[in-house]
């Protein structure tokens, strides 16, 4: 279907269904419940989970294909984020324009960029992305400030020409007058589940951001990209220039980036210089790895992972710890709670790192890695348990 | 002239800071060939030794004074330091009033633990794997420490006031000749300048004019065959990780006075001391010196007010700039070796 072939197009509708049920799925836990905690089926929350899951897709493309480690890929997202308010700012609330503009002044920059850092390779790259991330954020912090609005942020005043702004067009972001806030509530019995227009519109996207990341890994222009991350010295050698390539993917990468500062924006105008730092580029950087680099789907489930886990856990307080260790004895429970009170809240970062670590030094491939050994030792098992049932062993060959 | 030389001073110290992270950052590079990414943090663990010396040092006891009453008539509730009591007023006040100095006797130790503990249990299993994988988990324990530090001192900058005697300012104009009152610069600062020399050059010393120094060294050049003389060369270069972090410490524990440690100092100085690493040329110790104070001083030429009136903004991306010149045009760095990380 659609040019892909039957394991791909199995992987792009099972993300299709995922994502399209999502406020079921996020939603497991009845309203009011001692669970309800671990709901994260409401759309803000949502929506980051797309946007990033953008985002992350994006960097794969270049990280996962070409293994070029760029540490400064939120530069395109900030980019991409303050195309998008000025698009608010001059035209008017509706967000395709503004999300079109993200995506071709990011694409521009990053051509910028790209040109100037691919002509290192390792941690020199690292270093030059890292160097020219730094450069935007420091100028969007301070010079810039006329376009960038600095310390306080981009955001839209009732004083902005807005040219396209009729006299009954809606003041906040919409979609040719589907506002993005707007939310559907549907109660079922004691659940409620959350549908919002923004979170489909982003939702939408990513599925064509997915489509379009499954057709470059599989087109020639991706086993090229593969090619040169196993021995770029090679090609180079058979005569073949790769730079153009390399280049092409970290403009697409990019401009991913871009859309994906284009939409956090049309969710909620406004951009700051802080997502243009390096630990934001650091945090895209974990979701894949987190999720497995090279891989379809790891990205997504990296960033969707990243999201939800530091929702949850900056949500839990000593209060809930001594709910939930209620059944120990007074002074183990206390002690449980003194164990695993640094981890939590405001700890979250600190389990981060620690869960980063981990991924890296024992599971290079990420979640995906891992589910793939899970499945490959039940596999196993079973045809172990299979041929036990036969009462007979293999004869030796 | 003189506003000159009053930027060269003010880049010293903070090129001195950067020339001592990027001191250890090759040393490390050069030696087991690890990118380390937690360096920073290293600097940042040795700023909060300072600062946890000097908390250690003014655990106080209460006591009522009796012939005294605060302004609600109550007997004086009056603050004493142990130190105080048990070395006597005058000794136990001097005592901590050079916490900071003292730290470095207490830092070094500690940072040498941790670095050791850090090359045993972590870089070592990264010899073999990718730069990029050992940027990663360095970048990993970067935030695992820093999170420690946050959760143990909280989130603010804690001052560490150096020695009372420092604390005043020099007046190097009068010594060059100027008027009074053209070049103040403060004492700590001079301080910390003359200290990273001292430190550079031991560390110069010890590798240039010992034996340890001239196997570590030959070690660098060629490992294969160092170990094939039937020397432990690991052993060797994870005591040089040790001494690496016992150099980002000591000059975190002295700069702790310049600028109150914060969790956060650690990654600043790193990625401007990454930039300095790479403009310096990978792999080499004099580069990375030479491009610490270059970038320090640059950096400080650059926020003078005649130049960012010329042109805006220069001041905060000056380092990068620079970074991205010399990549660009000399891709070893300004002394970088042949056939170091080179694909």
Sequence with gaps: MLGLNKRDTTLLIAVAILTLFAPFILNPFPEGSAMAQFNAGYPDLMQRFVIFGIFAVGFNILFGLTGYLSFGHAAFLGVGSYSAVWMFKLLSMNVLPAIILAVIVSGMFAVVIGYISLRRSGIYFSILTLAFAQMSFALAYSVLTPITNGETGLQVYNDDPQYLMGPDSPTATNLFGLEMRSTYTLDIGHWSFDFNAGYYMCALIMLIAVYLSIRIFRSPFGLMLKAVKSNQQRMNYTGLNTRPYTLAAFVISGMYAGLAGGLMASMDPLAGAERMQWTASGEVVLMTILGGAGTLIGPILGAGFIKYFENIFSKINDTVLHQWFAFLPDGLEDFMVFIVHPFIGKGWHLTLGLLFMMVVIFLPGGLVEGGQRISAWIRRRNTDDAEKANGKTKPAE | ?343
């Design chain 2, 1 to 343: 002239m003189d506003a000159i030389i009053l930027q060269i001073l003010n880049g010293l110290d903070k090129g001195s800071a950067y020339a001592l992270i990027a001191l250890g950052l090759t040393l490390i590079f050069g030696t087991l060939g690890v990118v380390n990414f937690a360096h920073g943090a290293l600097f940042m663990i040795g700023a909060f030794c300072a600062v946890t010396l000097n908390k250690i040092l003014t655990i106080s006891y209460i006591t009522i004074d009796e012939t005294r009453t605060d302004f609600l008539g109550n007997p004086l509730k009056v603050e004493n330091t142990y130190i105080e009591r048990w070395f006597g007023p005058e000794i136990g006040s001097a005592i901590i009033d050079w916490s900071v100095p003292l730290a470095i006797l207490f830092s070094i130790p500690i940072m040498v633990a941790i670095g050791f503990i850090m090359e045993r249990g972590l870089i070592k299993h990264f010899y073999r794997r990718d730069h990029a994988d050992q940027i990663l988990v360095t970048f990993g324990l970067a935030i695992v420490l820093q999170e420690i530090i946050k959760y143990f001192y909280g989130a603010n900058p804690i001052p560490t006031p150096a020695p009372e005697v420092f604390r005043g300012s020099f007046d190097f104009g009068m010594l060059l000749g100027f008027d009074p009152n053209v070049i103040i610069y403060p004492y700590w600062r001079l301080v910390y300048f003359s200290f990273s020399a001292l430190i550079i050059g031991a560390v110069f010393a010890f590798l240039q004019f010992t034996t340890f120094g001239m196997v570590v060294r030959a070690g660098m050049a060629d490992r294969e065959t160092v170990g094939l003389l039937g020397i432990n060369i690991d052993r060797r270069f994870t005591i040089m990780f040790g001494i690496a972090a016992a150099v980002a410490g000591m000059a975190g524990v002295m700069y702790a006075p310049i600028n109150s440690p914060n969790y956060h100092m650690g990654m600043d100085f790193l990625v401007l001391s990454f930039v300095v690493v790479v403009v310096g040329g990978m792999g080499s110790l004099p580069g990375a010196v030479l491009a610490g104070f270059l970038l320090g001083i640059l950096e400080s030429f650059a926020s003078m007010n005649e130049v960012k009136t010329l042109l805006p903004g220069i001041d905060q991306i000056i380092i990068y700039l620079v970074a991205i010149i010399i990549l660009l045009t000399r891709p070893r760095g300004l002394m970088g070796r042949k056939g170091v990380m080179e694909e």
